[in-house]
């Protein structure tokens, strides 16, 4: 019985192990699907749509073939669509059967030689501020190799995208995209784009039983094995008495000079033996083929008994019923500040206005220009602060689908030990960020509560009736307060106290005038004057229903002599004498400084005034009174 018991175990073990080995091997489905389109148009871009990619469950996976580089990218559906507006391009939808279809898009956006009548403007139409003579020549560049290059623009290292790939021949891209977000594919955008594409999904075929199925069967094996010893054991005791043997021959005295190779020899360890390495042979290979197979699953085999994370609750903020996405994300943004930061840090180490339109724009890109024009004059002129290329510890996006589009962003530099609060705007779909104001942090400067990345804020209007000053009037009230002081009728309106740049602009003023009285006060007079800069305000709203808003004022320093016989001449001013071109003036100079300033100003009915930020003050200009 107890060899039935062993065989039954050895034919369980047998059926547990081959079931457990089907469900991995013959059993088992495939484990992805794939929906494949041949684009037959020789177009330069392909779009993927979301619906596409979420056609079926779980993270899926770009593939797309063709000779040599292959570029993909992805965003938000609404801003690849606006990017391919001014161009024909293939759009991969789904039909109505599920499959996927390819059809060719003419682009939306007219694009005229002449500007008329429902013409659009070039990308980098209106980027530069008017006012700022520094500005234009760098900035006109720099729309003219962008305009020269519409027709071959090249996709890659759009700020628009989150993400991009580029490869060889075979380009593969795990995804994981919402239905609000596509896929652009292409060449270099002037070859047609790759035609065959597939996406694949992972299709969930875990066996969870195929394990414990093949741990069993080996365990079974080894019970199986144990029985079958036991049974060999019982079926040697329960022999029946043994004959009753032939008579001993009486024992002869051994002969010792028999030699050595005749003697006999007797072992009683034959049997035994070959017994005992029969079991172990027996018992080795049954352990050693369920320790290879308990060892080949993988977790798919096994049950999952963890229970899922519970997610920690976290503060919640209500978007307004409306309100549009936000322009980028953290990571987006963090990847633009950089290539910002790269490129300014090498038109800085090069002087190179050009290169530094294509980043900077408005007051930061007019106070660049000025300094690298007193560089290439004054050998010994120091060269501008180099943007820290750290990651972005605030990030607030403009959340507007359309352009111009702008994102307040603050970032800690750890070498210097200071934080600098910037905003970056984008002026059109096709257009990089640039950097339109730049200011440091006061050491004590509490910011205001911001929405998340994620949910973005507006822009109020310049002339924006709740906010206690609208956007549009903060520079002239501010400036008025710089050239007043507490008799202007704005002064109750800001926080005075914890404002040290109009302490610091007061005492430098005092200073330079104490100076200039000690050999000019009988023979001329030196004049400050604050007004707002050539540069429009920018606002993006906080939680608390105020606003940050970048402005731009202009410190102008008139001297001029008050005897006709006088003249203002400049031997200790290298660089008044090098940005107006006279080294004296019988009329007299002014030299301008830009200031860019944020502030925090609060909604209206709020008990809190206006409060700075930050702030930022270089030279612009210095010219001879006409």
């Given at each position: 019985m107890?060899?039935?018991?062993?065989?039954?175990?050895?034919?369980?073990?047998?059926?547990?192990?081959?079931?457990?080995?089907?469900?991995?091997?013959?059993?088992?489905?495939?484990?992805?699907?794939?929906?494949?389109?041949?684009?037959?148009?020789?177009?330069?871009?392909?779009?993927?749509?979301?619906?596409?990619?979420?056609?079926?469950?779980?993270?899926?996976?770009?593939?797309?073939?063709?000779?040599?580089?292959i570029f993909a990218a992805y965003g938000r559906t609404a801003d690849l669509e606006a990017w391919l507006s001014d161009t024909a391009y293939t759009r991969v939808t789904v039909g109505e059967e599920g499959a996927l279809e390819a059809e060719q898009t003419t682009p939306s956006l007219a694009?005229?030689?002449?500007?008329?009548?429902?013409?659009?403007?070039?990308?980098?139409?209106?980027?530069?501020?008017?006012?700022?003579?520094?500005?234009?020549?760098?900035?006109?560049?720099?729309?003219?190799?962008?305009?020269?290059?519409?027709?071959?623009?090249?996709?890659?290292?759009?700020?628009?995208?989150?993400?991009?790939?580029?490869?060889?021949?075979?380009?593969?891209?795990?995804?994981?995209?919402?239905?609000?977000?596509?896929?652009?594919?292409?060449?270099?955008?002037v070859e047609p784009a790759p035609a065959d594409i597939t996406v694949s999904w992972p299709i969930a075929n875990a066996t969870p039983w195929a394990g414990p199925l093949i741990v069993a069967g080996g365990l079974m094996m080894a019970v199986g094995v144990f029985l079958y010893i036991?049974?060999?054991?019982?079926?040697?005791?329960?022999?029946?008495?043994?004959?009753?043997?032939?008579?001993?021959?009486?024992?002869?005295?051994?002969?010792?000079?028999?030699?050595?190779?005749r003697k006999g020899v007797i072992s009683a360890t034959g049997r035994r033996a070959l017994t005992g390495g029969r079991r172990r042979l027996i018992v080795v290979p049954a352990v050693a083929v369920s320790a290879l197979l308990f060892a080949g699953c993988s977790s798919e085999a096994w049950p999952q008994f963890a229970p899922s994370p519970t997610p920690s609750p976290s503060a919640s903020v209500i978007v307004p019923e409306g309100q549009q996405a936000p322009a980028v994300t953290e990571a987006q943004a963090d990847r633009i500040w950089t290539r910002v930061a790269e490129t300014v840090a090498a038109a800085d180490e090069a002087a190179d206005e050009a290169l530094a339109a294509t980043r900077l724009d408005g007051a930061v890109l007019a106070a660049r220009s000025t300094n690298y024009a007193l560089r290439a004059a004054i050998s010994d002129y120091p060269a501008p602060a180099a943007l820290p290329a750290e990651?972005?510890?605030?990030?607030?996006?403009?959340?507007?689908?359309?352009?111009?589009?702008?994102?307040?962003?603050?970032?800690?530099?750890?070498?210097?030990?200071?934080?600098?609060?910037?905003?970056?705007?984008?002026?059109?779909?096709?257009?990089?960020?640039?950097?339109t104001y730049l200011a440091s942090l006061e050491a004590a400067t509490e910011l205001p509560v911001v929405a998340p990345a994620y949910i973005g804020a507006i822009q109020p209007a310049p002339d924006s009736p709740f906010l206690l000053l609208p956007p549009a009037q903060l520079a002239e009230a501010y400036a008025d307060i710089l050239n007043s002081g507490e008799e202007s009728e704005y002064f109750d309106l800001f926080d005075v106290a914890s404002d040290q740049f109009?302490?610091?602009?007061?005492?430098?003023?005092?200073?330079?005038?104490?100076?200039?009285?000690?050999?000019?006060?009988?023979?001329?007079?030196l004049t400050f004057q604050a007004a707002p800069g050539a540069y429009e305000p920018l606002a993006l709203a906080t939680l608390e229903s105020g606003a940050i808003v970048a402005v731009n004022i202009d410190e102008i320093d008139t001297v001029k002599p008050t005897n006709p016989d006088a003249v203002i001449k400049l031997e200790n001013n290298p660089t008044v004498r090098t940005l107006s071109g006279a080294e004296q003036s019988s009329t007299g100079f002014t030299t301008t400084y830009t200031d860019q300033l944020f502030f925090y100003v609060p909604g209206q009915g709020s008990t809190e005034k206006i409060r700075l930020l930050g702030y930022a003050s270089d030279i612009l200009n210095a010219k001879v009174i006409p």
């Amino acid at each position: 019985m107890r060899f039935v018991w062993a065989v039954a175990a050895f034919v369980l073990a047998a059926l547990m192990i081959g079931a457990g080995i089907a469900q991995r091997t013959v059993f088992q489905g495939p484990d992805t699907a794939t929906a494949a389109v041949t684009v037959e148009e020789d177009t330069p871009y392909v779009l993927v749509e979301g619906d596409v990619l979420n056609s079926r469950p779980g993270a899926q996976t770009l593939r797309a073939q063709s000779e040599g580089t292959i570029f993909a990218a992805y965003g938000r559906t609404a801003d690849l669509e606006a990017w391919l507006s001014d161009t024909a391009y293939t759009r991969v939808t789904v039909g109505e059967e599920g499959a996927l279809e390819a059809e060719q898009t003419t682009p939306s956006l007219a694009v005229s030689e002449e500007p008329g009548e429902g013409s659009t403007p070039a990308p980098e139409e209106s980027a530069t501020a008017e006012g700022n003579e520094a500005e234009t020549p760098a900035a006109d560049a720099a729309t003219g190799d962008e305009a020269g290059a519409d027709d071959v623009r090249s996709p890659v290292g759009s700020d628009l995208w989150l993400d991009e790939f580029q490869q060889e021949d075979v380009l593969i891209a795990p995804l994981q995209l919402p239905e609000d977000m596509s896929v652009l594919v292409a060449a270099d955008g002037v070859e047609p784009a790759p035609a065959d594409i597939t996406v694949s999904w992972p299709i969930a075929n875990a066996t969870p039983w195929a394990g414990p199925l093949i741990v069993a069967g080996g365990l079974m094996m080894a019970v199986g094995v144990f029985l079958y010893i036991l049974a060999i054991r019982h079926l040697r005791r329960s022999r029946g008495p043994r004959r009753k043997g032939l008579p001993v021959p009486v024992t002869e005295p051994i002969d010792l000079a028999v030699e050595g190779k005749r003697k006999g020899v007797i072992s009683a360890t034959g049997r035994r033996a070959l017994t005992g390495g029969r079991r172990r042979l027996i018992v080795v290979p049954a352990v050693a083929v369920s320790a290879l197979l308990f060892a080949g699953c993988s977790s798919e085999a096994w049950p999952q008994f963890a229970p899922s994370p519970t997610p920690s609750p976290s503060a919640s903020v209500i978007v307004p019923e409306g309100q549009q996405a936000p322009a980028v994300t953290e990571a987006q943004a963090d990847r633009i500040w950089t290539r910002v930061a790269e490129t300014v840090a090498a038109a800085d180490e090069a002087a190179d206005e050009a290169l530094a339109a294509t980043r900077l724009d408005g007051a930061v890109l007019a106070a660049r220009s000025t300094n690298y024009a007193l560089r290439a004059a004054i050998s010994d002129y120091p060269a501008p602060a180099a943007l820290p290329a750290e990651p972005l510890t605030l990030v607030l996006p403009q959340a507007y689908d359309e352009w111009p589009r702008s994102i307040v962003g603050v970032v800690d530099d750890a070498d210097s030990n200071t934080s600098s609060i910037m905003m970056l705007t984008q002026q059109d779909q096709w257009s990089p960020y640039r950097l339109t104001y730049l200011a440091s942090l006061e050491a004590a400067t509490e910011l205001p509560v911001v929405a998340p990345a994620y949910i973005g804020a507006i822009q109020p209007a310049p002339d924006s009736p709740f906010l206690l000053l609208p956007p549009a009037q903060l520079a002239e009230a501010y400036a008025d307060i710089l050239n007043s002081g507490e008799e202007s009728e704005y002064f109750d309106l800001f926080d005075v106290a914890s404002d040290q740049f109009r302490v610091s602009v007061a005492g430098d003023r005092q200073k330079r005038l104490d100076e200039f009285n000690q050999t000019g006060a009988s023979t001329g007079e030196l004049t400050f004057q604050a007004a707002p800069g050539a540069y429009e305000p920018l606002a993006l709203a906080t939680l608390e229903s105020g606003a940050i808003v970048a402005v731009n004022i202009d410190e102008i320093d008139t001297v001029k002599p008050t005897n006709p016989d006088a003249v203002i001449k400049l031997e200790n001013n290298p660089t008044v004498r090098t940005l107006s071109g006279a080294e004296q003036s019988s009329t007299g100079f002014t030299t301008t400084y830009t200031d860019q300033l944020f502030f925090y100003v609060p909604g209206q009915g709020s008990t809190e005034k206006i409060r700075l930020l930050g702030y930022a003050s270089d030279i612009l200009n210095a010219k001879v009174i006409p």
